[in-house]
């Protein structure tokens, strides 16, 4: 009943090797805003969360206990470049290696991003706008002012059980730094096969403990704490169909503020300085803001449903739609489509993703009161309304196919993402549009 379901969707979705941003954001964080490290945070799931009916096919019912013999090493090297247009670039370089000791396996993976940036977040910032300061966060100084630079460094390490009878246990580690945030995760997700290996039920949790500085205060640090959890039942309905439904929470508390990121109040107007820094006039009180002043709590809620159609050997279909809600006020649709092909030498897939997001409950165009009117307060364009596509391509190539029990095997790997968003109640900043493309070796000794 699943073999040709599976055949269809063998590696196809999971051909990205590492922890990918959620879905309705870009691949990287915004530069001068603290991240948690990639890690499953109640976003829709991810390429690495994909499996079982949905990635790979399950061994059938009669076949033997795993072997104690260990399988060749497998392991990926990719670059990608992430722009925008508003003037942020990311250089990513990327390396994955994997092996399996019968039912046991184990990875690891390092991931560098190095960034700069002049985007609105900075060059609004009271201090990172500015002519000669320390502008990076790397160390280095600017004169030019609006720009900063970055590196980030992400380190991760998992451990895996799985037995030929649906049953499947994994442990995952990730270590993130940067100079002025750092981040530690832990987590723990399984999932066991019932009802003669048509349905799998699936669930983890995951532990993240971020510390966030800044290069502009030496006095500032503080601490945020988070825990994911995730559950969700996939089923095979017919030789060509499958589902799956997927909850997802997480709960935040602590520091969830930008230590640059500040507000200003008034109905304020902006000019542009020599440098191309943002110059606020019109401001109740000083023109260099007060620093947002987010809720240290916050619980989101989200659930995926999935559905996977065959529509010949070879070709499939994956519609989607995800929705949130979270204690901030905001929720979210995301529909999604790919279409899937594999053929002898190639594996290929479309998507395009639609984003509609409401405000926080707390966010506004402009604070025209004074601060001490509000509970809360933020400059963050990501709080506001939000809409966004997204259009991505995955191909897969082989480029050495095994031909003995010795052999190596080489897979070319490309991915492309185009985003566009809008932000129709951020005064500083009504759209932006980026592109991520990657290109790697995948290889199996």
Known sequence: MQLRLAALLVVVASGRTFAQAPSDTPPVAPPVTPAPAPAPSG???????????????????EAPAASSDSESPTGAGRLGVYSDSDRTTVIRGLATLAKTFGRFSISAGAVVDAVTSASVD??????????????SASGRSSTSGGQMSDTRYLGTVG????DSNGHALNLTSAVATERDYASISGGINGSVDVMQRNVTLLGGVT??????????DMTLHRKMAAVAWTAGVARVLTPSD?????????????????????????????SFGAGGQIMFANTIGSAD????????????????????????????????????????GINTVTPSVDLRLVTTNW????????????????FATKYTADPSTYDY????????SVTGQLGSVDLAKTLIDASGPNDTKMLLFFHAEMFSYKYPGFALLSARSSEFFEIGLGWEL
Do not use: C
């Not at 690495?48 to 399950?58: K, N, Q």
């Not at 307060?377 to 506001?384: A, R």
């Open 347 to 362: 594996r290929m897939q479309f998507g395009y993703r639609y984003y509609r997001q409401s405000r926080a409950n707390f």
């Open 289 to 328: 803001g007060l620093a947002e002043l987010l809720p240290e709590s916050r619980i989101s809620h989200a659930a995926t449903f999935e559905w996977v159609h065959s529509l010949r050997l070879g070709l499939g279909l994956h519609p989607a739609v995800r929705v949130s809600h979270d204690s901030w």
């Open 159 to 162: 451990g895996g059980w799985k």
């Open 242 to 270: 499958a589902i799956r439904l997927r909850y997802d929470g997480k709960a935040s508390e602590g520091y969830q503020a930008s230590p640059y990121r500040a507000v200003r109040f008034g109905d304020w107007s902006t």
């Open 122 to 135: 900075v060059r609004s910032s009271p201090a990172l706008g500015k002519v000669d300061v320390v502008t």
């Open 377 to 384: 307060y933020t400059s963050d364009k990501e709080l506001g």
């Open 207 to 216: 532990v993240t403990d971020n510390w966030v500085s800044s290069v502009l």
């Open 43 to 61: 976003d829709e799931p991810t390429a690495a969360d994909e499996r079982d009916v949905f990635t790979t096919p399950p061994p059938p019912a």
